[in-house]
């Protein structure tokens, strides 16, 4: 996928800079040090006491309240994986003691980017929902419309995953095989891409509404591809990121921009690095 600019030439130089891993991670402020692809390990939450505790407990069963019907077979884990990344999000251990922590970007209020050319983008699925916590340690749950999925895409440039609901695409061009969005679809669909579109990106500013939990995809990924722009009938995916990731969005009760930026986000081919 191209971005296609949609705003007159003259501004195009003062209105470019899209939200970028970089910039995310200074506002998260994480400093994460990212290996390999699977999520650590958490400790035991017996480990934890006092206020720690309670909260551990208290993200872990609004998740499991979540997560036991969109992801039952795995629900408990998910749930666990949640809450310790929602403690991590609030809280800092001192020596054996988890304390609230001293700074911490709070979600709404942060400072704002504007989703100006995100680069190449690469057609990951339609993305079905998508969970974060907010700046009160509560899951939020978004949801599309089953039939009217908006497109999941992967800019290798910013290290981010974006959605444009309402976004047209133009028609199909042949593709430059040797480009790096061509070789990075390859890495994951398997296959070459049949088509280059033009990508119609909403002039926007997103700002940080929490912290990203986890997505839910249809891809047509690592067989042939799907005719259905919906997908309909290809694989569902629910993927759960790691610490550091934001959820940044437009403002509206059903935005025109979002996107998941921050921690160890990377495109790997067996999925999203965590």
């Known amino acids: 996928m191209r971005w296609r600019p949609s705003y007159p030439r003259q501004y195009r130089v003062a209105v470019t800079r899209a939200l970028s891993h970089e910039e995310a991670e200074r506002v998260m402020g994480t400093g994460l040090s990212c290996r390999g692809i699977h999520l650590p390990k958490d400790p035991s ?16 069963r609004s998740a499991l309240s979540y997560y036991g019907e969109a992801d039952a077979e795995g629900a408990d884990a998910t749930a666990k994986k949640t809450a310790w ?16 922590r001293p700074s911490l ?17 690469d057609q990951l699925g339609v993305c079905l929902e998508y969970t974060f916590v907010d700046g009160n340690a509560v899951l939020q749950i978004r949801r599309f419309p089953d039939d009217d999925p908006p497109y999941l895409y992967w800019s290798h440039q910013f290290k981010t995953c974006y959605v444009f609901p309402g976004a047209e695409r133009g028609e199909c061009m042949p593709p430059d095989l040797k ?24 002039e926007v500013d997103v700002s940080l509404d929490g912290f990203f939990d986890t997505v839910v995809y249809r891809s047509d990924k690592w067989h042939d591809p799907n005719p259905d722009d919906r997908m309909i009938g290809s694989q569902e995916y ?15 009760q059903v935005p025109p921009a979002m996107a998941f930026c921050g921690g160890c986000m990377e495109l790997h081919g067996r999925g999203l690095i965590h």
């Open 105 to 121: 970007p709070v979600p709404g209020t942060g400072p704002v980017s504007f989703i100006g050319n995100p680069g190449d983008l």
């Open 45 to 60: 939450p017996r480990t934890l006491s006092g206020v720690a505790a309670r909260f551990w407990d208290s993200a872990y």
């Open 85 to 100: 990344k929602t403690l991590r999000s609030f809280f800092v251990k001192r020596g054996r003691q988890w304390v609230l």
């Open 179 to 202: 480009s790096i969005g061509a070789k990075i679809f390859k890495i994951w669909t398997q296959r070459n891409p049949e088509c280059v579109r033009m990508v119609d990106v909403p």
């Open 238 to 252: 629910i993927h759960q990121v790691g610490d550091g990731v934001g959820t940044w969005q437009a403002a509206g």
